[in-house]
């Protein structure tokens, strides 16, 4: 199985790309930007990462991002990622980024969309993989800000799919952001939201009535709304869950634990994602092996979650068959040996 999952075409649509900022290149932008770092070395800095809840682990990650600085610490960022990518079979990606962790330290958005958008250019034209960027705004921030943030994203509209909304979600519920949500609507982004991952499945209602999202990030607590499950599987919404993240942050206790296998059987479209790679303990093939070695599951299954997340992505209808059939090829191939 390991070997199968480590081939299997993938494709990640929940991953924040300051998420995956591994100790090492923090160290060594650190370094580069001339940034004292409370912590000895990359070891003990790991050895931190040890979180109770969502916000314990927020309030590391957005620390962490303070040495990100220069468009080419925004380009060696996102390069690493596409690199694991690689490794991983990861034949199509679409990443969050938070522009005001870094507009509020007086980076230019500019220098954080530049950054980022030349790395995925080379990400298409030298490693194959294909990506669509979307810009996430910070829930415990007013809405006033992610007005603002929406404005200073307009000249980058090509660059960017979509809109999404990420951090505390306790206490910043859907509503806070309807208007906001609705404006990005208007200039042509899509929507997508974090909701249900600590909060109550009554956030992934408002999500998608409120805010208009095409797919949900996270939405385990789904399970806590029966008239919810029903509505998800009958309208197909996908939900974008990060396995590995649900176990670091408590969401649930223990892998066997995680509803994902039991979502999938009910027909919810639900995909795996890594969300914060460099803090959770692992990428796109860790997620899905974490899962595989708790849960019996099939390889149909398996390639399940790929299925769904080709058809959850923002890509052309014409790609979506391309990448469905490298996934029925594969199984295929995997049905013969
Ligand atoms: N930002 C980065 N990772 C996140 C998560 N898992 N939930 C909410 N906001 C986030
Ligand atoms: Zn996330």
Redesign the pocket.
Known sequence: MKTFIQSLPKVELHI?I??SLEPELLFSLAQRNQISLPYASPEALRKAYEFED?QS??DI?YQGAGVLQQKQDFYDLTWAYLQRCKQDNVIHTEI?F?PQTHTDRGVAFETVIEGIDAALKAGQQQLGISSNLIM?FLRHLSEEQAIETLRQALPYKDKIVAVGL????LGHPPEKFQRVFEQAREQGFLTVA?AG??GPAQNIVDSIELLGVSRV??GVRCVDSESLLARLIASKMPLTV?PL?NIK?CVFDNMQQHNIVELLRQGVAVTINS??PAYFGGYMTDNFNAVANAHTITMQELAQFTINAIEASFISDSQKQAYRLLVDRYLEKAALI
Request: glycine share 4%; with cysteine; charged share 40%.
């Open positions: 924040h300051e998420g969502l682990f927020l990650y969050f938070d996430c990420d951090s505390s979600e974090h991952e600590e990030d996270h990060c993240s942050l969300d914060d």
